[in-house]
């Protein structure tokens, strides 16, 4: 490999790292998230053009912000904008960043930290839509291109590219703050952030749609993310608890498919797959939400569950009736059908299909889930456990035709054909 591709390459995973930090940087000093985003834009074309000649630097991301503070300077002089603008912009230059090759990284972590605190609770502002701070999140935060989420969420470029567009454009016009909220105003919005990024985490993990079961990098960034989110805001206990969640889940990614891609369920996954290491951070950080009394919080309640699974050595060790006791509490606190069909499932498990089936037939009387095909997929296969096959087979058609996901749709075909033989 030559000079000047090893440089690209570091230069790669330089941007890869720092971009982030530096939107989030560069946002507060213009307060304007589209020119932010362009500013960041041309430090790295400065980087592609001096890097191969002089080395890169000791301390790139430092470099990066002195760049693109400097690209701030020139727009708003070549613009003629407001003379105290330009001064505040290299007022804040001058006292942050005296010299990018020399200055101290760790001086600047507190700064840049909570810069980019406030760009993740910006991108998951509730004015937007859910779907908009999806897709903003991940290109502020995660710094995926509008390909890659096009790509992940199975839509056009343009369809996600009008998001991104739209998002920026409602939190320019409505003049959302660069901040973060305090007080009432921050536990609501602090949810919305979780939200997203278990939003994110869930569509790589069961996939909604598309040929494949699951979407691993969606997984990977929903939990850098809540890596980023735990360094900055350590004693929120459903931060940690969202990020032990996600770890405990993702340590069966490579036991849930088979070499065909096809689904393998919990109860028939070969453990010795699963990651312990990833298993042990999530307990861990199970441990990090106990210690801050933190353990009545909805992920922090569902992280439990999963580690109920993840203790257990083989399914038939799995203390369902526990998980059965978990659901109950979470229900209390988050009411939902779906968390209600969860439990269902954890009380078939700890008691037999005849005492959960009257729980299924009651959320499916209530028509929340009428089409959800998880609620007939559920039913089926408590059916089948009670041997009444035909109407199992007429669930198991009814779950197929609602997914939209070709490896799940094939699966529940299979069941269907299983039980009406």
């Not at 993740?120 to 989420?149: K, M, Q, Y």
Request: overall charge negative; some cysteine; charged content about 25%.
């Amino acid at each position: 490999m030559s000079n000047r591709q090893e440089t690209d390459k570091a230069i790669a995973t330089v941007w890869r790292v720092e971009q982030a930090r530096l939107i989030a940087g560069l946002t507060r000093l213009v307060r304007d998230i589209s020119l932010a985003e362009e500013l960041a834009q041309d430090a790295l074309m400065a980087a592609l053009k001096h890097w191969p000649e002089t080395g890169v630097p000791r301390n790139p991301g430092a470099w990066l912000m002195q760049a693109g503070k400097r690209k701030a300077i020139d727009y708003f002089r070549h613009r003629k904008m407001a003379a105290g603008k330009l001064e505040e912009v290299g007022r804040i230059m001058e006292d942050e960043v005296p010299d990018a090759e020399t200055a101290i990284h760790d001086s600047m972590d507190d700064d840049v930290g909570d810069d980019l605190l406030r760009l993740i609770f910006t991108s998951c502002h509730p004015i937007l839509p859910a779907e908009s701070r999806v897709a903003l999140t991940l290109r502020l935060i995660g710094g995926l291109t509008t390909e890659e989420i096009a790509r992940a969420f199975l839509a056009n470029d343009t369809t996600i590219g009008q998001r991104i567009v739209r998002a920026k454009r409602t939190i320019a016009d409505a003049g959302v703050p660069y901040e973060v909220p305090r007080g009432e105003e921050r536990a609501e919005r602090l949810q919305s952030v979780l939200g997203v990024l278990y939003l994110i985490f869930n569509e790589g993990y069961s996939a909604t749609a598309g040929e494949d079961w699951m979407r691993p990098q969606l997984c990977e960034e929903a939990m850098r993310m809540g890596r980023i989110l735990a360094r900055l805001m350590p004693d929120e206990p459903e931060v940690h608890g969202l990020l032990a969640l996600m770890e405990i889940q993702h340590s069966r990614v490579n036991a849930r498919t088979n070499a065909k891609g096809e689904p393998i369920l919990l109860p028939d996954q070969n453990r010795a797959l699963w990651d312990q290491l990833m298993i042990r951070r999530g307990l861990a950080g199970l441990d990090r939400v106990n210690a801050l009394n933190g353990v009545a919080g909805p992920y922090a309640l569902q992280a439990a569950i999963a580690a109920c699974h993840a203790r257990a050595r083989r399914a038939g060790d799995t203390d369902w009736r526990r998980i059965a006791s978990l659901y109950a509490v979470l229900v209390e606190i988050m009411p939902s059908p779906v968390v209600e069909l969860n439990r269902a499932v954890a009380v078939s498990m700890a008691e037999g299909p005849a005492a959960a089936l009257p729980l299924v037939e009651s959320i499916h009387a209530g028509g929340m889930l009428e089409n959800y095909h998880l609620l007939y997929g559920v039913r089926g296969d408590l059916l089948r456990k009670l041997e009444r096959h035909t109407e199992a087979n007429l669930d198991f058609l009814k779950a197929a035709e609602l997914t939209r996901n070709e490896r799940e749709k094939a699966y529940l075909l299979g069941r269907a054909a299983e039980v009406a033989a």
